[in-house]
């Protein structure tokens, strides 16, 4: 089992900045993906950004790309994502996410593949 415990979210201006983490605990040496979802009010969970643990290459969905950067540390047991000119449509609790197997990239995007699930972080965006 993994135990992940998001942190960092908060109450921002339009054009702001915020830096979520993810830690994990447990079982962590057979996580292969680490992954940041959100779900805004009234909206159904979608796709942030995700890092497979042991490759450099990284993913994001449209809306964030270029504002927002995914990471981890060494050890691989915590995952940030840092979160610049954010936007109102920004506004969501967060969730960070997990997976110990996939085959293909696309499997990144899909909150379905990841079996370990944080209680999330909320974030709010004032316009």
């Known amino acids: 089992q993994v135990q992940l415990v998001e942190s960092g979210g908060g109450l921002v201006q339009t054009g702001g900045s915020l830096r979520l983490s993810c830690a994990a605990s447990?079982?962590?040496?057979?996580?292969?993906?680490m992954a940041w979802f959100r779900q805004g009010p009234g909206l159904k969970q979608e796709f942030v950004a995700a890092a497979p643990l042991y490759s450099t290459a990284t993913f994001y969905d449209n809306s964030v790309k270029g504002r927002f950067t995914i990471s981890t540390d060494n050890a691989k047991i915590t995952v940030y994502l840092q979160m610049n000119t954010l936007k109102p449509e920004d506004t969501a609790r967060y969730y960070c996410a997990a997976m110990t197997y996939y085959r293909h990239d696309y499997e990144l995007r899909e909150a379905g593949k990841y079996e370990y699930w944080g209680q999330g972080t909320q974030v709010t965006v004032s316009s």
């Open positions: 447990g079982r962590t040496a057979s996580n292969v993906a």
